[in-house]
């Protein structure tokens, strides 16, 4: 590792990477961004266009379609979703220094157990909690917060002494960017809250296209986000994480305080005829609690529901039977 600012690649051209890796680009810092030709080819002609709550302003950035151009980064912000985890560590595995840390910007709560089944490299999770989307090719949105919870998970821990301190490191040149960012002490429990609210608010959003604050003003709604937040405790017991009631109570009611007007990006997804997430949402939570021979009815059928949209979404021809 480099003693000053490293080198960083954002893996994943999506709101999330376009948002961080616009903030770190803004600052000066060294950055590449992998993304798809469409919005590679936006970028690199017209700029990132960041359309921010506190600020409006075109980040000129360099961006790429080819996965070897992170050879020469240190770290790697891996910003792809959860069902694309797997092949894209493979594919950046030729690439990859031994000591290249990646760091898991991403939904679930499973992905640096998967990463690391795959490369030997360092493996540190964020829990992310920003109002995002891409508003055109090269242009996204902000609607709200924007802050980062970076840790390991205690059997990825290494005996060296510079891998807590890369990531001290790298929390610098976050916050030298504008993005609140700290390092939690127990990065599986920051995950499993932002699961939750997930859990609570994302495919509810996708069914209805609703934003998060005309959610909650309905009771119905209101009282499946109860029900959904008991299982899903229920559930986070048994792998061994606790979240007490007061804690899930504030964790969703934050989201709808902060997130007044943001859609989920599964419903997001759904719109733009693109598969989801909620197998690594709500149905994870459905698959676990099936493990421990334990029932979480709200939360299959928002999963249910969900998948049947995204089918529809993915192929409109399709007929139901």
Known sequence: MSANNYKIAVVGAGAVGCFFGGMLARANHQLILIGRA????????????????????????????????IAEAEIILLCVKSYDTASTIRAMRPYLAAETLIISLQNGVSNVELISSIVTNPVYAAAVYVAVAMADLNTVKHYGRGELQLGSFAD??????TQPQALKKLIEQFSSAGVPC???????????????????????????????????????????????????????????????????????????????????STAADLSRGKMTEIDFLNGYIVSKAAEYGLAAPANQAVYALVKML???????????K
């Not at 009771?219 to 405790?233: G, H, K, M, N, S």
């Not at 995204?310 to 007929?319: D, G, I, K, R, V």
Request: aromatic share 4%; net charge negative.
């Open 38 to 69: 469409a919005r590679v080819n936006a970028i690199n002609r017209d700029g990132l266009q960041m359309d921010c709550q506190q600020f409006q302003d075109k980040v000129q950035l360099h961006a790429s379609t080819d996965i070897a151009s």
């Open 156 to 161: 990825n821990l290494s005996s060296s002494n």
């Open 182 to 264: 700290a390092l939690s002490p127990d990065i599986q429990r920051e995950l499993w809250l932002k699961l939750l609210v997930n859990c609570s608010y994302n495919a509810i959003s996708a069914i209805g296209q609703i934003s998060y604050g005309e959610m909650v003003q309905v009771p119905a709604i209101q009282a499946l986000i109860v029900r959904i937040t008991t299982e899903f405790l229920m559930v986070a017991s048994q792998v061994g994480v606790e979240i007490s009631q007061a804690e899930a109570d504030q964790a969703n009611q934050t989201i709808a305080r902060t997130m007044v007007g943001q859609k989920s």
């Open 310 to 320: 995204e089918m529809q979404a993915l192929s409109p021809t399709a007929e139901f």
